[in-house]
């Protein structure tokens, strides 16, 4: 059944692939339609039925300069990936659904809600970042991020030390599709990272639940396709 079309507004900034938009269409009644203009222009153009803008990673930084307030998690990572919007409180604020995304696609592959071993980030820039909060809420044993200058301080931030790992259970690595979490008895691919990333920010976004059925599918129909 055909949903009706919604007056509410969810925004995407340039950097964002077509898997990445059909899962958020696929997710949620609301519009989601492409930022026209700079983010700046879009933040204070924005009216009440815009739920918010899903921001690409590689843009996170940038984007946490426009937002007036960020979360916790946002600041300690130093990236955020999702701005939205209160009716009763002026401003944008930032958010940084991934590390959840993260944390949900790992969980649903192990079969389990945390995972011990070391973990070694060959990842760098914000997805190594949000890895490193990620791999902290699951409580991993020790984690190597030196491939990343910038781990060091956001390690600092959330409170943990890392480690030189001589061998790893668990590996995390980037390419143009997202992040690959790697190890014996489980592979988290980007596809699936990426489906649960969209899936908390349209909680994020609309405060319901998304349409997660709906969304596997196009997450299945990705994976065929290779």
């Given at each position: ?10 925004l995407f900034a340039g950097g964002l692939g077509a898997y990445d938009i059909d899962l958020l269409r696929a997710g949620s009644s609301a519009r989601i339609e492409p930022l026209s203009g700079s983010l ?169 639940e998304p349409d997660v059925a709906e969304m596997r599918r196009v997450f299945h129909r990705h994976a065929r396709r290779g």
């Open positions: 059944m055909a949903r009706e079309e919604s007056a509410e507004l969810i700046n222009e879009a933040i204070g153009a924005h009216t009440p039925n815009t739920l918010g803008i899903v921001i690409a990673p590689e843009d996170g930084v940038a984007a946490m300069k426009a937002c007036h307030l960020s979360d916790g998690l946002a600041r300690a990572v130093g990236s955020v990936d999702s701005i939205g919007f209160s009716r009763n409180l002026p401003g944008a604020y930032g958010f940084l659904a991934l590390v959840g995304g993260i944390v949900e696609a790992v969980r649903e592959a192990a079969g389990r809600r945390y995972i011990s071993g070391n973990a070694h980030i060959e990842a760098a820039g914000p997805l190594a970042w949000s890895a490193l909060a990620a791999l902290t809420q699951l409580r991993v044993t020790g984690i190597d991020a030196g491939g990343d200058p910038f781990s060091g301080a956001v390690a600092h931030r959330l409170g943990i030390e890392l480690e030189r790992t001589h061998v790893a259970d668990l590996v995390v690595s980037n390419d143009e599709r997202g992040l690959t979490l790697t190890c014996d008895s489980f592979v988290v691919e980007p596809a699936q990272v990426a489906l649960h990333t969209a899936a908390a920010q349209l909680r994020l976004f609309t405060s319901r």
